[in-house]
C-alpha cells in the first residue's frame, strides 16, 4: 500500500470536485480509479462535491461505475441535491418553478416539491430555483420574472459558475441564467448554495461527523473548489488536470499584496495530478 504525503496523513475524508478532477467530459482522467480505491482501502471516506446539477445523483453513480469507479447515491452532494435538501427544510412540497434540467427538477420532485410548468396559473408561488439550463428559453424568463415579481417567489439558485468546462474548451455556466433572472427582476438570488459557498462542504462535515481538520478538498477551480474549501477552514489542493494552470496560481500569488480577499483563492497544496497525493 502506498503512503500519503505528510500534510495528509491524518485526513479521514477527501471531498473531490468531478470534471477536471475525476474525469474530463466523459473520459476518466489517468489512474483516478486506482487512487479512489487505494484511499478507500486506507479506510478514507470519499465523497464528490460539483455544481453540475444537470443530471441526477442516481446518474452520476452510472457515470462513475462505467469509468470503472464504485459509487452510491450518498457518495454525492450535488449542488441540485444540496439546494433541494435546504428548500425542503423550508417548506414541505413546495410550488417551485425552475429554471434547470432533469438533474435539479428530479431532485426536487423526488423530495415532495412541486415542478410548475411555464405559464401555469397559480396565485402563489414559494420559489424560483435557477440552475444550469441548456435549453434556457424567454418564455422561461418571463415565466420566472412573473413568479418572483407578482407571485411572491422567492430566487434561489444552486450555483453561479461562469462558465461550464467541456470536452473541448467551455461553455456558458449558469451564473448565465442567474444573471438573467437579475436582470428582469433587479433581485438578486437570496442564496447561491453552490460552491464557492461552503454550504455544502460544512455540510458534509456535519453528516459525516467529522471536524474540519480530517477534511481535504480537491478541485481544479480556485473560484469555486478552493475557495469553498477555505472558508470551510479544510485544507484545499489544486490538481492541474482540469481548467486551472501553475502559472494563473502564481499570478494571483504575484499581486496578492493589494488584494486581501484573494488569499483564500490559494489552496494550500498545488499538484500536477492526483496520483501526487502518494510518496512516489
Ligand atoms: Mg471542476
Redesign the pocket.
Known sequence: MRELIDDLKKKKLFIF?????IYRGKKLIENVNKIIKELREMSIKVIYNTNNSTITREMYVDKLNKLGIESKISDFYTSASITTSEITKMKKNSKVFVIGEIGLKKELENSGHIILKEDEEVDNVDYVVVGLDRDLTYNKLYSAQKCILEKGAEFIATNSDSTL?VEKGIKPGAGVMVNAVTTCTGKYPKVIYGKPNPFGINKILEDNSLMKEYAVMI???LNT?ILAGNRAGITTIAVLT??TTRSEIENIRITLNNAENDKDLLPNLIIEKLDDIFIS
Open positions: 470536485d468531478l470534471d477536471g478532477v468546462p478541485g481544479d477551480r473548489d482540469g481548467v
